[in-house]
């Protein structure tokens, strides 16, 4: 325990000494985009130019806008056993689903404003002897947003924090709950309840903290994160940590750059003992514990290319790779008692599994005629050597419509992660309509 608070008292202490020491007064008084401060997945569209008569539109000026976005998607699964002849048709399964998100923008006088998004879905599982029908709804965010003097700016309710340098895996946010689902990347995840501090210290430092106050019975179950960013000539920098009571600190820092023509992103994230529990089998019994006394580190490298082809930027190659401390290098899934075990008590997550994975994501805009872009993407378990490979084609019709249709396959062998429930393949039509 003080060793965790020294920890902190220090990183406050150094950010602090940081931010007093390397701008001059003047920087401080000059006037923040507040557009740029409040970055979140997604809200209304705001133009990038930062002059001051767009900052004074857009914190001076009341407006409310309404704005959404509907889904509508088909889905056919393919049973593995099915493509190798050894099950029936039957086996195969059909699911429908609408979705939808509707977002509320409201600004006032002095930069104060409020946002929230009410997630819609319905879903519907059809197969030749009977029909299911679910429909849920989900307030993903509804937060304030308020300012002192453009010096401190606040956000209080509940929030999606966009943290992280890398793509698909995100070691150092150490906030979200919801993952990015692989075959879903624009699927618009929900927040949590908290308040963030934003503190500006000219353009090229910020200071971020953001009391979690979800699932919180009594003030000793809120956790802090704090994050510092700054540049460092042609890169960004940040460092973070997190403080639970009676929880493992956990410490991190992540960076973006450019070298030899690719940009560079990494995460790392570490803790004394794990966060969450696992399962071990002690005395030929099956047990959960967190991993204790010594340290467990998780961490991601990115590497992304743009590729000029008859226009700029065309082609857009990404790679990564995910060191998972906190996985497994056996390999459980072909022993069903494990598995039952992991599964039982929420101890499985997809693509977090194992300890090490790594993805690809291939796309190329006006291809192969010029209304559509393409893409590959892949993923895999570097572990039982497992993955999913997705291609997709989409359609813009016009603004503010388009349809699009992708194809699944599931590779590996047996009783590994990616097909251990016997899936082989996907076909999806998706017609989507944003306004």
């Given at each position: 325990m003080i060793f965790r608070v020294a920890a902190y008292i220090a990183f406050v202490f150094l950010i602090s000494a940081r931010m007093s020491a390397a701008q001059p007064l003047d920087i401080l008084e000059k006037d923040i985009?507040?557009?740029?401060?409040?970055?979140?997945?997604?809200?209304?569209?705001?133009?990038?130019?930062?002059?001051?008569?767009?900052?004074?539109?857009?914190?001076?000026?009341?407006?409310?806008?309404?704005?959404?976005?509907?889904?509508?998607?088909?889905?056919?699964?393919?049973?593995?056993?099915?493509?190798?002849?050894?099950?029936?048709?039957?086996?195969?399964?059909?699911?429908?689903?609408?979705?939808?998100?509707?977002?509320?923008?409201?600004?006032?006088?002095?930069?104060?404003?409020?946002?929230f998004d009410i997630g819609i879905i319905n879903t519907s599982s059809s197969i030749s002897t009977s029909n299911t029908m679910t429909s849920a709804v989900d307030i993903k965010e509804l937060f304030v947003d308020f300012n002192i003097d453009r010096k401190a700016y606040f956000r209080a309710g509940k929030q999606f924090l966009k943290w992280g340098r890398t793509y698909f895996w995100n070691p150092t946010d150490f906030v979200n709950v919801e993952k990015q689902n692989f075959l879903d990347m624009k699927y618009i995840r929900s927040g949590i309840y908290g308040v963030r501090a934003h503190f500006p210290v000219g353009m090229e430092q910020n200071l971020y903290m953001f009391l979690n106050t979800s699932n919180a019975d009594d003030i000793d179950q809120f956790s802090i994160v704090t994050r510092f960013?700054?540049?460092?000539?042609?890169?960004?920098?940040?460092?973070?940590?997190?403080?639970?009571?009676?929880?493992?600190?956990?410490?991190?820092?992540?960076?973006?750059?450019?070298?030899?023509?690719?940009?560079?992103?990494?995460?790392l994230a570490f803790s004394y003992g794990s966060i969450k529990e696992r399962m071990i089998e002690?005395?030929?019994?099956?047990?959960?514990?967190?991993?204790?006394?010594?340290?467990?580190?998780?961490?991601?490298?990115?590497?992304?290319?743009?590729?000029?082809?008859?226009?700029?930027?065309?082609?857009?190659?990404?790679?990564?790779?995910?060191?998972?401390?906190?996985?497994?290098?056996?390999?459980?899934?072909?022993?069903?008692?494990?598995?039952?075990?992991?599964?039982?008590?929420?101890?499985?997550?997809?693509?977090?599994?194992?300890?090490?994975?790594?993805?690809?994501?291939?796309?190329?805009?006006?291809?192969?005629?010029?209304?559509?872009?393409?893409?590959?993407?892949?993923?895999?378990?570097?572990?039982?050597?497992?993955?999913?490979?997705?291609?997709?084609?989409?359609?813009?019709?016009?603004?503010?419509f388009m349809v699009s249709t992708d194809l699944v396959l599931y590779f590996g062998d047996d009783n590994t992660e990616y097909l251990y429930d016997d899936s082989g393949a996907q076909l999806r039509m998706l017609a989507m309509i944003y306004f």
């Open positions: 985009d507040e557009s740029s401060l409040f970055d979140t997945e997604i809200i209304v569209d705001v133009p990038d130019d930062s002059s001051d008569d767009l900052i004074n539109i857009y914190t001076e000026k009341k407006s409310v806008n309404f704005t959404g976005q509907f889904r509508f998607d088909s889905l056919y699964l393919i049973n593995r056993g099915w493509l190798q002849g050894k099950k029936r048709w039957g086996s195969n399964r059909i699911y429908n689903y609408t979705d939808g998100d509707l977002f509320l923008d409201v600004r006032l006088k002095k930069g104060i404003k409020a946002f960013e700054f540049l460092a000539g042609r890169s960004e920098i940040g460092i973070i940590m997190w403080n639970k009571y009676k929880e493992n600190s956990v410490f991190g820092a992540d960076f973006s750059t450019n070298f030899m023509g690719l940009d560079l992103n990494g995460e002690k005395n030929n019994q099956l047990t959960k514990e967190k991993i204790s006394g010594k340290w467990v580190p998780r961490a991601t490298i990115g590497l992304s290319k743009t590729l000029n082809w008859e226009r700029a930027d065309r082609i857009s190659l990404y790679y990564e790779l995910f060191y998972n401390g906190e996985g497994y290098k056996q390999k459980y899934f072909g022993d069903n008692l494990k598995i039952d075990y992991l599964m039982q008590n929420n101890l499985y997550e997809m693509n977090y599994y194992a300890i090490l994975y790594h993805s690809f994501f291939l796309s190329v805009n006006e291809f192969p005629f010029h209304s559509t872009d393409f893409k590959i993407n892949s993923i895999q378990n570097l572990i039982d050597y497992s993955g999913i490979l997705f291609t997709g084609l989409t359609y813009k019709v016009t603004e503010g």
